[in-house]
């Protein structure tokens, strides 16, 4: 069992599916308490019933990152059930990939909601909680599209490389109040992330790339090395690719 993850509270967006699925599990069967958030709630009641089956503690909460009053309620949630957060991972995210010149508009503006607005009101709702408490960690999920731009991924690229320079910036605010981040930077995994995909030749392409795409547990290890560290240490970024992928 991993170190200094029994006991912690730790809140999950995204976590109805794929990385934010398997972290959850993880996480929970090394003791953490988990709330799980995602717009699909049957999933996420469904995962909370599975974990606290097997003796954990898990919520439910329904949220949509792009709404500040629904990413707000579930970290309130949070505090007012297990009295702090000590674990935020800002998880959801989608990738409907397509070249520029398509403009698919409502798509790169769903991007920039999900992936970096709904980041951004995961540490506003959670940074006030972690400055008082003097304690936390928040996870962002980037990827490696936030390292290296591909053809026909310039927005979810874009986004990606937000997170980063934010999770960043975060950093340098917050060490002051003892709170640590972490960047998450994933390559191809098996998830439900190429459905998001609306142009055939695009999820053609990405479906190449995901034939050697490796299993959410990949993930869920990253985030139990990060949260796992003693309170001093802060694994800054994970950046992990399948052995095969470009
Ligand atoms: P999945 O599609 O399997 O999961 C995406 C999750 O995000 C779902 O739980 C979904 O829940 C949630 N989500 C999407 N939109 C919203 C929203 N508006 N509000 C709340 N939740 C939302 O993909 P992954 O697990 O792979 O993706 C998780 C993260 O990992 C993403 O940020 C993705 O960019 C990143 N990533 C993934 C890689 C991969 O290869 N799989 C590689 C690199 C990064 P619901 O639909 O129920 O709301």
């Known amino acids: ?97 397509s070249p520029l010149e398509r403009l698919k508009v409502d798509e790169w503006e769903q991007m920039i909601d999900v992936n970096l607005k709904g980041v951004l009101y995961g540490i506003a709702a959670v940074l006030p909680v972690m400055k008082e408490q003097k304690s936390g960690h928040i996870i962002n999920v980037s990827s490696v599209a936030g390292h290296k731009i591909r053809q026909g991924a310039a927005v979810y690229a874009a986004t990606k490389h937000a997170v980063r320079a934010l999770s960043e910036g975060l950093r340098q605010e917050v060490k002051a109040y003892n709170i640590r981040t972490t960047i998450i930077s994933p390559g191809a995994v098996d998830t439900e992330l190429p459905n998001s995909i609306s142009e055939p030749d695009i999820a053609e392409a990405v479906r190449r790339i995901y034939e050697h795409a490796i299993p959410a547990d990949a993930f869920a290890r990253a985030v139990s090395f990060a949260v796992s560290q003693p309170d001093d240490v802060d694994i800054n970024e994970i950046l992990f690719r399948p052995t095969r992928q470009e």
């Open 1 to 97: 069992m991993a170190q200094n993850i029994e006991g912690k509270i730790v809140v999950i967006t995204g976590a109805s599916s794929g990385l934010g699925k398997a972290a959850a599990r993880a996480l929970s069967a090394d003791g953490a308490s988990v709330v799980l958030g995602a717009r699909r709630l049957a999933l996420i009641q469904s995962l909370a019933d599975e974990l606290t089956a097997k003796g954990g503690k898990a919520l439910a909460i329904e949220t949509d990152v792009t709404q500040r009053d629904q990413v707000s309620k579930l970290v309130n949630t949070a505090v007012q059930t297990f009295g702090r957060v000590d674990v935020m991972i800002n998880n959801a995210g989608l990738m409907p990939n």
